[in-house]
Every structure is written in structure tokens, then in C-alpha cells.
């Protein structure tokens, strides 16, 4: 498996975030989608030369950045490469600066719930959007 960081632009992260919308809409049909930051900077899991997942790193005030589109194909999941995209995003957001990740995710996704707080996340307040919003389940990781 390879992360390669990408832009928002790339082909290969737009295929990949429709596919995860398409999802997150089946799962909470009366929620809307938000747009993609445009300034997002995006990882991509590839397994052989095939786009398989990706997640973006969005900063949200200095040292903090806001982990977001994480999403890994159905076929390639419960294979590491959810914990492959998150550990590539902390070094993205280390690399630039953060020393703080923040995250949500909704409770209808308890794979991802279990991923986060395996990978030593805590849960925190809703923030911004998520506020007052009871699908919401938001996290927090200090990086070292």
C-alpha cells in the first residue's frame, strides 16, 4: 500500500470523495453534505496503483488542524487502510505546523468511532457545524 499526498484537485480525490457521499448520504439520508474545503490538502491509499481510500487535512486556527473525508473503499476496509490514511494525515498536519487534531464523525459510523479511539483519540465537544448536532461524535489527538 502506498499514501501519496494530493491536492484537492486531483482526479483521484474526486472519485473517491463522490464515492464516500454517495455513502454518508445512505447512511444519514436526511443530512446534508458539506463542500469540500478548497483548500484542503488530501492523502490517498492506494493498493495496487488503485485509488482505495483517502482523507484531508483542513486547518482550523493555528497549531490545530480538522481531519476530514477520511473514507476507505468497502472492498479494502478491515485491512489497516483506515489506519494508514489517519497516520498519514497526523504526519501532514505535523509537517505543517499542528500539534492538535480535531475530527467528527457521526454516530452511525461505529467503525470509524473504533478506529479514532484506537488510535488514541478522545471524545470533545461538538465544534463549529456540529454543534447541536446530535449525529455528531467529534474527537481531539494531541500529536507528540
Excluded at 439520508?29 to 485509488?51: G, K, N
Excluded at 473525508?69 to 505543517?96: C, D, H, K, T, Y
Aim: contains cysteine; hydrophobic residues 40%; charged residues 25%.
Amino acid at each position: 500500500m502506498l499514501i501519496q499526498n494530493r491536492e484537492v484537485t486531483h482526479p483521484d480525490v474526486t472519485l473517491l470523495v463522490l464515492a464516500a457521499e454517495k455513502e454518508l448520504l445512505s447512511r444519514y439520508p436526511d443530512e446534508h453534505i458539506t463542500p469540500v474545503d478548497p483548500l484542503a490538502r488530501f492523502v490517498v491509499a492506494y493498493q495496487m496503483s488503485e485509488p482505495v481510500g483517502c482523507g484531508a487535512v483542513a486547518t482550523v486556527a493555528p497549531g490545530v488542524a480538522e481531519l476530514t473525508r477520511m473514507w476507505v473503499r468497502p472492498a479494502s476496509r478491515r485491512g489497516g487502510v483506515g489506519r494508514r490514511i489517519l497516520a498519514g494525515l497526523e504526519r501532514r498536519a505535523q509537517a505543517e505546523g499542528h500539534d492538535t487534531v480535531i475530527l467528527e464523525t457521526g454516530v452511525r459510523q461505529p467503525e470509524a468511532i473504533a478506529l479514532y479511539e484506537a488510535s488514541g483519540y478522545h471524545r470533545i465537544p461538538p465544534f463549529g457545524e456540529y454543534v447541536g448536532n446530535p449525529l455528531s461524535v467529534c474527537f481531539e489527538k494531541k500529536l507528540a
